[in-house]
């Protein structure tokens, strides 16, 4: 089974500053993971995926992410936070052979203030 | 890059109707589909995986009859909502996988279900 915890379903960031997105997850087998940006009443678009190779992920609109194995994490982060960032983003697992099934965190709401 | 199309984008219907949701692949061809429902503030729930030319397979506690699902060509599924009544309101994604390999799903821009 699989599970995807995002901590703070609400961050608010000023514009210009880091944004750091939280996920961990739970696999037990090695994981697929992705990030998927949701603008207001719009489907998911995706930023970035970890599938294999190099853990550093860099994603679109300068997002990137690092996979850690031994921390079971994987927080998206962005040097310089912009107000189109503004928007719902979700961690998602999926497990290699598991019929590539997304589960996806309760997602994190992203504020940027001026 | 692949493009998945939901239609309606928003309906409304009466209590005890059924309402049909489209959800299509525009330049690939999708043997397999997936539909989520996403509830306000909520993450998104499979509900079930559609598959060309065969039944689809329903997420545990997601009811068969309710939620009608048919998926007759490589390019089309359809969410069938039988006699819906108002906690089905809820906004309901589609997606699906362009190249399995690539791990990539798709996803529509969502069909936002409200019964009165």
């Known amino acids: 089974a699989q599970s995807v915890t995002q901590l703070g379903s609400h961050v608010s960031v000023s514009e210009g500053a880091l944004v750091l997105l939280r996920c961990n997850y739970s696999s037990s087998v090695p994981p697929y993971l992705f990030w998927y940006v949701q603008y207001p009443n719009q489907g998911l678009q995706l930023l970035l995926k970890?599938?294999?190779?190099?853990?550093l992920v860099k994603g679109i609109n300068g997002f990137e992410a690092e996979f850690k194995k031994s921390e079971t994490s994987f927080h998206l982060t962005k040097p310089s936070a912009h107000m189109s960032d503004a928007a719902e983003y979700f961690c998602?697992?999926?497990?290699?052979?598991?019929?590539?099934?997304?589960?996806f965190g309760t997602g994190t709401q992203l504020k940027v203030e001026l | 890059g692949a493009v998945v199309s939901q239609h309606p984008s928003w309906v409304i219907c009466k209590s005890g109707t059924s309402v049909k949701i489209e959800c299509r692949s525009l330049?690939?061809?999708?043997?397999?589909m997936f539909w989520y429902r996403q509830f306000p503030k909520q993450s998104l729930m499979l509900m079930a995986t559609?598959?060309?030319?065969?039944?689809?397979?329903?997420e545990q506690g997601v009811e068969k009859d309710k939620f009608l699902i048919n998926h007759a060509s490589l390019t089309l599924s359809t969410l069938t909502v039988t006699s819906a009544h108002p906690e089905d309101s809820s906004f309901y994604i589609c997606s699906a996988y362009r190249d399995l390999a690539k791990n990539i799903q798709y996803f529509g821009a969502g069909t936002r279900l409200s019964v009165l």
């Open positions: 330049d690939f061809q999708a043997t397999t």
């Open positions: 970890y599938t294999t190779g190099a853990t």
């Open positions: 998602a697992v999926s497990e290699r052979g598991g019929g590539n099934k997304l589960t």
């Open positions: 559609s598959n060309e030319g065969s039944k689809a397979t329903y």
